[in-house]
């Protein structure tokens, strides 16, 4: 798939040759103080979170040779490393949506002018997502206060304890992809009515040039 060369930051049916790239082009937004703050914030989470699969993989290591070398099970173990494994998914969904790289199938809405992608984005946040992420968060927060509550364990033997732990990371997810939809939608709001102010942000192409 070939989009014709039209290509400017104000335009974004700019020539992309590589399917792939065409289907997870960003929309180039303008960035506000506040949203970059909380892109920082979700960033720097995002990255910490990444160290969890590093973790997973030593869980499994090790469950695989005490297993396997020295016939020894581990019930506990095995509950950690997908435990470890939904935490680091969890906590790392916001980023996604920080840096715009969760997948978009739309060939349509890279086809439209960057303000008509700023109204579709709008529209997507206030109708669809945020009211989902408000749902979401309403039902997630109690979900993990009850099993504090009730001291929930694992129904397995020589299993876990404290089951809200994980619960509550599901509500943290929740919250933090929220704080994403919000700096989002003050970029989105920046870019269509100039509120709140929009900041220059130096691009990595011009930081390179002055280094030159």
């Given at each position: 798939m070939t989009v014709s060369d039209q290509g400017s930051p104000q335009n974004p049916r700019a020539s992309i040759d590589d399917p792939d790239e065409f289907l997870h082009h960003h929309t180039e937004l303008p960035t506000t103080r506040l949203s970059q703050w909380i892109d920082g914030l979700l960033t720097a989470i995002g990255k910490g979170a990444s160290w969890a699969w590093v973790i997973v993989t030593g869980f499994i290591i090790y469950a695989v040779v005490g297993r396997y070398a020295f016939g020894h099970g581990s019930v506990l173990l095995e509950e950690l490393e997908w435990h470890f494994a939904g935490a680091g998914w969890l906590l790392g969904m916001a980023y996604t949506?920080?840096?715009?790289?969760?997948v978009r199938v739309d060939v349509l809405h890279e086809r439209f002018s960057l303000r008509t992608q700023g109204w579709v984005e709008l529209f997507g946040l206030l109708v669809l997502l945020l009211p989902f992420l408000g749902l979401a968060i309403y039902e997630m927060v109690p979900y993990a206060i009850n099993a504090y509550n009730v001291g929930e364990t694992s129904q397995a033997p020589a299993g876990l304890s404290n089951r809200w732990v994980l619960k509550a990371v599901?509500?943290?997810?929740?919250m933090l992809i929220a704080m994403a939809a919000v700096s989002r939608l003050l970029k989105v709001t920046a870019l269509l009515f100039g509120l709140p102010r929009p900041i220059r942000v130096q691009s990595d192409n011009a930081k390179k040039e002055d280094v030159s």
């Open positions: 949506l920080v840096v715009d790289d969760h599901l509500a943290l997810a929740f």
